[in-house]
């Protein structure tokens, strides 16, 4: 469930339970699949912005050949802390998220509400300052752990930071989006009135895509692990409760 961009793929990188008896996380192996092998069905998910980059994939009787394991049997879970944690320092976003912002900034600064520019709505701007200071803040820390991360401090071994880093990212981000739908006003209606071409005539893209991008952006706190598992990995692996 859930497999982004399987419709593309030739291959799939995919932990498959290989000892039933071991536990939860023991007992999973990493094998590469060719997507093109009998008994592998790909169908789409329709996200509710209307997006179809998510889809369900079925196995049935896969044959895989013994060649295609990738590291250990029964050690697939190693391979993706690896991944996972690589994953999630990637989710930080730190560029896009700073070009963002100053995108927002500018459209607050023309885009008016009664009567005045956004900006000078005393909760909005509020809001705006609060976020660019986090967002400062987690590109400051996003540094740090790379740093670390470069000087090997911690070896190959995945830095739990990175849970961290997809957490904080992930709020950033959601709270970037509801941001734009404020500033887009009435626009960001458009997603649900596609059809009125009137409409659509004045509506900014930036404003169309408001509405589809909120929507969207809130399966940032699910993938790559939910916010509260992220939690309890920090909770274990970085404060030792
Ligand atoms: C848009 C999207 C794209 C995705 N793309 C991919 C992909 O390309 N490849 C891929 O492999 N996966 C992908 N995923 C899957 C994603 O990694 C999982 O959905 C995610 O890790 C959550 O797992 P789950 O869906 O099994 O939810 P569950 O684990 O069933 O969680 C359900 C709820 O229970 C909570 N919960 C679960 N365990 C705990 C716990 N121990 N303590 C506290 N709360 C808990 C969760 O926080 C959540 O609220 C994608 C998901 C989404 C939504």
């Not at 291959?11 to 192996?29: H, Y």
Request: proline letters at 4%; glycine letters at 6%.
């Amino acid at each position: 469930m859930w497999t982004t961009n399987a419709q593309y793929a030739d291959w799939m990188f995919c932990l498959v339970r290989t000892d039933p008896k071991a536990k939860k996380q023991e007992g999973i192996s990493f094998l590469l699949i060719d997507m093109r092998s009998p008994g592998v069905t790909v169908r789409p998910v329709h996200t509710m912005e209307g997006g179809a980059e998510v889809n369900q994939c079925f196995f049935e009787d896969v044959k895989v050949p013994v060649e295609n394991l990738i590291g250990q049997e029964n050690r697939g879970w190693d391979c993706a802390k690896f991944l996972l944690g690589n994953e999630r320092t990637g989710a930080s976003r730190v560029g896009s998220t700073r070009e963002r912002l100053k995108h927002l900034r500018k459209l607050a600064m023309s885009e008016m509400k009664a009567g005045k520019p956004i900006i000078q709505d005393p909760s909005f701007r509020a809001r705006l300052l609060s976020l660019e200071v986090e967002a400062k803040a987690h590109e400051i820390t996003t540094m740090r752990v790379l740093d670390a991360d470069a000087r090997k401090d911690r070896g190959d071994a995945p830095n739990p930071l990175s849970s961290l880093l997809k957490l904080r990212a992930s709020e950033i981000r959601q709270e970037l989006t509801h941001l734009y739908v404020e500033v887009a006003g009435p626009h960001a209606m458009r997603l649900a009135l596609e059809a009125e071409d009137e409409l659509e005539a004045f509506t900014p893209d930036w404003a169309g895509l408001a509405t589809a991008t909120y929507l969207n952006n809130r399966k940032v706190t699910i993938y790559g692990g939910t916010s509260e598992v992220q939690h309890n990995i920090l909770a274990k692996a970085v404060l030792g409760l």
